[in-house]
């Protein structure tokens, strides 16, 4: 059983900063493609950004390039997301996503999700 934990979420004004972390257990982390993912309200999840076992496969969405990095720790079994110059439409719910086998941009390429950690940008 995988057990995924993210944290780092909260309440920031436009132009902040945050970064998310993941916390997986339960299988070998450095195995999986990892990635976020977020939910705004009344809106479908959508992909954020992926990274490959090693780090050196890394996508974003083109909403968040330029402003989010993602990385890993494989030492650690952690997956950060690095969050600069929050909007206001970055407001969601950010969850983290593995068991990914290969490299994916939708949901149904990973089989392991956390609860989800609450973003809110303020104007």
């Known amino acids: 059983q995988v057990h995924v934990v993210e944290s780092g979420g909260g309440l920031v004004q436009a132009g902040d900063s945050l970064r998310l972390s993941c916390a997986a257990s339960?299988?070998?982390?450095?195995?999986?493609?990892m990635g976020w993912f977020r939910q705004a309200p009344g809106k479908e999840r959508e992909f954020v950004a992926a990274?490959?076992?090693?780090?050196?496969?890394?996508s974003y969405a083109d909403s968040v390039k330029g402003r989010f990095t993602i990385s890993r720790d494989n030492t650690k079994n952690t997956l950060y997301l690095q969050m600069n110059s929050l909007k206001p439409e970055d407001t969601a719910v950010y969850y983290c996503?593995?068991?990914?086998?290969?490299?994916?941009?939708?949901?149904?390429?990973?089989?392991?999700w956390g609860q989800g950690t609450q973003v809110t940008v303020s104007s």
């Open positions: 996503a593995t068991g990914g086998r290969v490299f994916s941009y939708t949901e149904a390429g990973y089989s392991y």
């Open positions: 339960g299988r070998t982390f450095s195995n999986y493609v």
């Open positions: 990274i490959g076992r090693l780090g050196t496969t890394i």
